[in-house]
């Protein structure tokens, strides 16, 4: 089992410009959620995908999008990119119903993005 | 709003038992959490604590939790070189596994 992964490792963007992050998840997991964690500080929730839809966003703007695919991988696009926006994006995958009643969200190593 | 706060930096001598505290302000946090963050890693989950439980221990791990004081600690007894990492502590909020973290302490353990 490769748990979560995620691409690319590195990217170094300019402001304006558009960036599509990749996340797989962990084997058996149906939902995934994305965090961005800027330096020096903890994640914050982006938003999250279930059955190819968000259900529920944090407080981003909508320049932040993301997409869930059948196999349940997901995108995350930002779009118009400024400086605040570098920072490290950590994809976590779960299961939406759990036999335990809560389900441990596992973390990719997460995409190193710069924004200059 | 939900929020927790984190002290952030310990130091501590390898052997030594590190304690590290949270506060969070979110009481409908089901779980709280504590993760790990090693270089260029993820985040890895070291141990949960449910929010009718007031200690939970898991081999050097030990969590309290004062539900009045919304103040949750991990101790880590015979504390080693590589628990030198970052600590977050997390708590669930809402509905849907949304995790609201802290800002992180920065464990360092020194000879």
């Known amino acids: 089992d490769a748990g979560v992964t995620q691409s690319p490792t590195h990217l170094i963007k300019t402001r304006g410009q558009q960036v599509t992050l990749r996340c797989s998840p962990k084997?058996?997991?149906?939902?995934v959620s994305w965090y961005q964690q800027a330096l020096g500080q903890g994640p914050q929730f982006i938003f999250q995908?279930?059955?190819?839809?968000?259900?529920q966003r944090g407080n981003f703007p909508d320049r932040f999008s993301g997409h869930q695919f059948p196999n349940y991988s997901s995108e995350l696009n930002v779009n118009a990119l400024l400086l605040g926006d570098s920072a490290l994006y950590l994809c976590?995958?779960?299961?939406?119903?759990?036999?335990?009643?809560?389900?441990?969200?596992?973390f990719g190593p997460g995409t190193r993005l710069t924004v200059l | 709003g939900e929020d927790v706060e984190q002290s952030l930096f310990l130091s501590v001598r390898e052997g030594d038992s590190s304690v590290i505290n949270c506060t969070y302000t979110?009481?409908?946090?089901?779980?709280l959490y504590w993760y790990k963050q090693e270089p260029g890693a993820g985040l890895q989950l070291l141990t949960y604590?449910?929010?009718?439980?007031d200690m939970k221990q898991d081999q050097r791990l030990t969590v309290l939790l004062n539900k009045k004081d919304k103040h949750l600690s991990l101790r880590i007894a015979d504390t080693q070189t590589g628990d030198s990492a970052i600590y977050f502590c997390?708590?669930?909020?809402?509905?849907?596994?949304?995790?609201?973290f802290g800002a992180g302490t920065r464990l360092a353990v020194h000879p």
């Open positions: 084997s058996g997991h149906d939902t």
């Open positions: 604590i449910f929010s009718n439980m």
């Open positions: 995908y279930y059955e190819e839809e968000e259900r």
């Open positions: 976590a995958s779960s299961l939406a119903f759990s036999a335990m009643g809560w389900d441990e969200q596992f």
């Open positions: 997390a708590g669930l909020s809402g509905g849907y596994n949304k995790l609201i």
């Open positions: 979110d009481s409908s946090s089901t779980y």
